[in-house]
């Protein structure tokens, strides 16, 4: 790029500089420069009030512990400034356990920043959504583990010494073997289904959810009437947006901002 085309680059820069500025002068007066150094020294104040109450709740459930695991500067970073910008005070308790948990477990650093940009985003009804999905799915793991091991599976018996050696608990069983009912979930949180599928749809996008697609099969009869003929025309009903699953991203997730 030539010193030219700088100078021209940087002229229609300022220029355009100018005009935003003769713009906002326009709609809120010559008193704008005052009025935003106000405002900036409003909301720096209410960023330091966040803070501290956040890092006094982080505190006080450190009261005991002593042993802490090293944050890396880029969890750390954006940790700070996010969670300068809650207001809510249930959302303000998951950043303080957020920062507890990053500080007393060894979680790698990917899922640390992905909990932070998640948290930064959500709202507190899709923090209850995101709670409750993770709470049914451990009964559900608990109630699996329990049933199977009333009930061992013949092969698992016949593999064994003593049939006792594969007693299972709920850890053996995936998370995404589970799913939970939109209209469940709208029942049992008070949560209208039209509110809800458009918090589900941004905790999907976000990565925690994910819904399960359901194949039935409404039609099948023969392409022809070739009795040589084996293939079949088959007609599916595809449905994916009546049941979700938490994904590990959501797992963890709750694992870091809520226990």
Not at 105 to 120: E, M, T
Not at 185 to 210: M, R, Y
Not at 238 to 249: F, Q
């Amino acid at each position: 790029m030539t010193g030219l085309e700088l100078l021209t680059g940087k002229k229609v820069m300022e220029k355009a500089a100018e005009t935003t500025e003769g713009l906002i002068k326009g709609l809120f007066g010559s008193a704008f420069h005052e009025t935003g150094e106000m405002i900036a020294d409003q909301v720096r104040l209410r960023r330091f009030k966040n803070q501290i109450k956040i890092f006094e709740k982080a505190k006080a459930f450190l009261s005991e512990k002593t042993d802490f695991q090293k944050i890396n500067l880029k969890v750390l970073a954006p940790l700070i400034e996010f969670s300068s910008y809650e207001e809510d005070e249930n959302l303000q308790e998951m950043w303080a356990k957020l920062i507890k948990n990053i500080l007393c477990k060894p979680f790698p650093i990917v899922l640390q920043q992905n909990a932070i940009s998640v948290l930064n985003k959500i709202s507190n009804d899709e923090a209850r959504i995101l709670n409750y999905v993770y709470n049914v799915v451990e009964q559900k793991r608990v109630n699996r583990a329990k049933s199977d091991n009333r009930m061992p599976r013949l092969d698992l018996f016949l593999n064994s010494e003593n049939g006792n050696n594969n007693k299972k608990n709920s850890k053996d069983y995936k998370i995404d073997w589970f799913s939970i009912s939109l209209k469940s979930i709208s029942s049992d949180l008070k949560i209208d289904q039209e509110n809800l599928e458009t918090l589900i749809s941004n905790l999907v996008a976000l990565g925690t959810l994910k819904y399960k697609t359901e194949v039935e099969v409404t039609n099948a009869e023969k392409s022809s009437e070739d009795p040589d003929d084996k293939e079949l025309d088959i007609e599916l009903d595809v449905r994916d947006y009546n049941y979700i699953k938490i994904t590990k991203l959501g797992f963890v997730f709750v694992e870091l901002c809520e226990k």
